[in-house]
T-cell receptor, first 115, second 114 residues
Framework: AQSVTQLGSHVSVSEGALVLLRCNYSSSVPPYLFWYVQYPNQGLQLLLKYTTGATLVKGINGFEAEFKKSETSFHLTKPSAHMSDAAEYFCDVSDNTSGTYKYIFGTGTRLKVLA | DAGVIQSPRHEVTEMGQEVTLRCKPISGHNSLFWYRQTMMRGLELLIYFNNNVPIDDSGMPEDRFSAKMPNASFSTLKIQPSEPRDSAVYFC????????????FGPGTRLTVL
């Protein structure tokens, strides 16, 4: 991937509301796509990933993402936000545009959940 | 199973001193990655090893930074001499099958250079 764009560095939602975190990438070849979550003072951990096959991917904690090749997007959603979802979320794309596979991370989106 | 282990968790040093960060990847993983995270620059890949061999070090900021992986269970990231702008959280991650697979991150080392 030449670039990964996460729209909105900060997103606030009410508890119980839909969570939508956006990720777009630029790539001329089929990529591998990941979403990671980072809680305060911790390392990143995998939420879900797309490699091949079904374009709708389900992950942990009720999150899912859909790979849309025509839109070069991999947006993360969750139907109903919980307070425990407050964290920073990173979209990660790997492809071999440069000749070898390489991870490119987005700049992250900090999710705030309002009571 | 133990995850990726990093030490120390916190390091405070003075400008000009040598700093060594350590990482033990998950057993059986053949790829290891060093990242730096700051508020200003986000998460940056510094270097990537595959089977103990450095594959891509294009993210290493300058000659003051060096990384080694003498065996499959240990890697170091060294900064010499350190500068205040090196203050950041440094993460080590490992994966089973290179940069198309899930990365498992360590807890990070928070480095402060005074």
């Amino acid at each position: 991937a030449q670039s990964v764009t996460q729209l909105g560095s900060h997103v606030s939602v009410s508890e119980g509301a839909l969570v939508l975190l956006r990720c777009n990438y630029s790539s001329s070849v089929p990529p591998y796509l990941f979403w990671y979550v980072q809680y305060p003072n911790q390392g990143l951990q995998l939420l879900l990933k797309y490699t091949t096959g079904a374009t709708l991917v389900k992950g942990i904690n009720g999150f899912e993402a859909e790979f849309k090749k025509s839109e070069t997007s991999f947006h993360l959603t969750k139907p109903s936000a919980h307070m425990s979802d407050a964290a920073e979320y990173f979209c990660d794309v790997s492809d071999n545009t440069s000749g070898t596979y390489k991870y490119i991370f987005g700049t992250g989106t900090r999710l705030k959940v309002l009571a | 199973d133990a995850g990726v282990i990093q030490s120390p968790r916190h390091e405070v040093t003075e400008m000009g001193q040598e700093v060594t960060l350590r990482c033990k990847p998950i057993s059986g993983h053949n790829s290891l990655f060093w990242y730096r995270q700051t508020m200003m620059r986000g998460l940056e890949l510094l270097i990537y090893f595959n089977n103990n061999v450095p594959i891509d070090d294009s993210g290493m900021p300058e000659d003051r930074f060096s990384a080694k992986m003498p065996n499959a269970s240990f890697s170091t990231l060294k900064i010499q001499p350190s500068e205040p702008r090196d203050s950041a959280v440094y993460f080590c991650a490992s994966s089973l099958a290179g940069p198309t697979d899930t990365q498992y991150f360590g807890p990070g080392t928070r480095l402060t250079v005074l």
